[in-house]
């Protein structure tokens, strides 16, 4: 991989310390700044980043008895994973049930598909599921969660006659309750919200006033761009958002675009999707998501 | 001096409209250069000047993208019916792109038949099968599990016989590097032979564009591309990298959900997203 030879070699530069260490920070910094924008990261919060790594390097200077490159590496890692609150896994089991989830993204980026990845997981650890379809608009959106939900053997409710999310979403939500499920997925229509598209932030949120969740979950592809942070800072002046899965993480995509998500909303990273199948999901791991965004 | 900050200013702004990193920084050592070249004349409001010069190069750049109008292709064509093959990674929107073609070439009076080679995906038959019957256009798909290229063949099995004009076939999304699919994805190009393979991209990727196109062009050989998603606020950078990356041709660009949110590509629509204000 090219980034990860940029990055050994600017930090073997550095170490061999042909340049006064003032000048070394500064090209590491640069070389930084490119493997971040490769990466997707939001261009203003790679300014903010490297600004503080920059101010840190400079100000710290490595220890004598540990190696400058790990500790420049730290520092790197140190402030990335501050914007995830540190370097922990997230906590994914429910505080309380019933527990209601709802997740909501652009079009396309595998609301549907993870709705019932994220079933499957509760179920293997003996919760009771139900899953909720509220999309009205894409052809069949009904029947592919039907589908998959049938696949996993877990509740399902949805309506392919109604054309009302809001009303869906009400009956469905007594309906797995009377069927004595435990976490309630509710999969929404994929949104913008930009331009034509306004409205459907309103009905979001007006689906999230009638099911009142506990955690409302934004739904990243890996792939998309510097658009994340905008988007999801929209989403999140519509409907809080608690928590982010990343998905399409068997790409090339190096997924910043979720760095930028997390930026935005301060909410946490909980899963990773790495494959169509529905086992193929896993629970987000930091470390592993940095090395991945810096190339390593 | 001055160009070099003014340079460093643009490259930023090519990677906030999401031109992946490596294009954008080519393209901006190339409009340094020449803006060392040339001389400003007098009295002339600088920054007005190079910001013509930048936008006259992008567009140059977003011109060699234009391509052939598919309803002209097809009135052309002598063989019938023209085969067209539609593919890319998950959830881009090959399957509402086929329903927006098909919609567009029935209005022009062609006969399309809509092919659901996705066997794949829960729910991909049934959602191609509404848009055909919403459209009133005939739908040949397969079961859940079947060999996609069957499917493709059964379809193009299907037009010749009933003498349609044009075969739209439909394929799962597929990562371009996931070997298994893109073998399955090469046999059914062996078998239907298609006259226009399309690759359809999702205009918010970021600096994956041009890893995805690359990928499928080496594996299948991409005619070119459709970019969707164009009405999520994109900046239109997945386009620049695409044509300045790999000089691929842009046939339409989807700008919404409905049929005919499809437009027949143009420089002007990119250059319009990548020099809006941005709020
Ligand atoms: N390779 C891969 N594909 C995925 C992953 N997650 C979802 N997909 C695929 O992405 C495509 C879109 O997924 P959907 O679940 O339909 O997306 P959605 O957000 O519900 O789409 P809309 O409802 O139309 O907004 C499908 O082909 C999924 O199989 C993943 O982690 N990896
Ligand atoms: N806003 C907007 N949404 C679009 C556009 N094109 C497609 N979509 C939406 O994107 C989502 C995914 O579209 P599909 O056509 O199912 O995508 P696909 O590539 O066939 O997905 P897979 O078959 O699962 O890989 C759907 O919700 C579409 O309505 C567009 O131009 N603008
Ligand atoms: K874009
Ligand atoms: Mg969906
Ligand atoms: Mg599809």
Known sequence: MNVLENLKKIVSDFLRGKEPYEIAVENFVKELQKTLLRADVNVKLVLELTKNIRERALKERPPPYISKQEWFIKIVYDELSSLFGGDIKPQVFPVKTPYIIMLVGVQGSGKTTTAAKIAYFYKRYGYRPCLICTDTYRPAAYEQLYQLSKQIDVPFCGDPKSSDPIDIAKKCLSYCINNNTNIIIIDTAGRHGYGEEEYLLKEMQDIAKAVNPDEVMLIIDASIGQKAYDLALRFHSATPIGSIVITKLDGTAKGGGALSAVAATKAIIKFIGTGEKIPELEVFDPRRFVGRILGL | ?279
């Open chain 2, 1 to 279: 001096k001055d160009i070099s900050r003014y340079c460093d200013n643009l490259l930023n702004e090519l990677i906030e409209s999401d031109v992946a990193y490596d294009v954008a920084e080519k393209i901006v050592t190339d409009i340094g250069n020449r803006l060392r070249e040339i001389k400003i004349p007098r009295g002339t409001n600088v920054e007005e000047y190079i910001n013509n010069i930048v936008i006259d190069v992008l567009r140059k750049l977003l011109d060699n993208a234009t391509s052939y109008d598919f309803i002209e292709y097809i009135a052309k064509s002598s063989e019938k019916p023209v085969k067209i093959v539609f593919m890319g990674i998950n959830g881009v929107g090959k399957t509402t792109t086929i329903a927006k073609v098909a919609y567009m070439l029935k209005k022009a009076g062609v006969k399309p038949v809509i092919v659901a080679a996705d066997t794949f995906r829960a729910g991909a038959q049934e959602q191609l099968k509404k848009h055909s019957e919403r459209l009133g256009i005939p739908f040949i798909g397969g079961k859940y599990g079947a060999d996609p290229a069957a499917v493709a063949f059964d379809g193009i099995v299907f037009a010749s016989k009933n003498r349609f004009d044009v075969v739209l076939i439909d394929t799962a999304g597929r990562m371009h590097i996931d070997v298994d699919l893109m073998n399955e994805l090469k046999k059914v190009i062996k078998v239907v032979k298609p006259h226009i393979k399309v690759l359809v991209l999702d205009a918010l990727t970021g600096n994956d564009a041009i890893e995805q196109a690359k990928k499928f062009d080496e594996a299948i050989g991409i005619d070119g591309v459709i970019l969707t998603k164009l009405d999520a606020d994109a900046s239109g950078g997945a386009a620049v990298s695409v044509v300045a990356g790999l000089g691929k041709k842009i046939f339409y660009v989807g700008v919404g959900q409905g049929y005919d949110d499809l437009i027949r590509y143009s420089s002007d629509i990119i250059i319009r997203l990548l020099f809006k204000q941005s709020k």
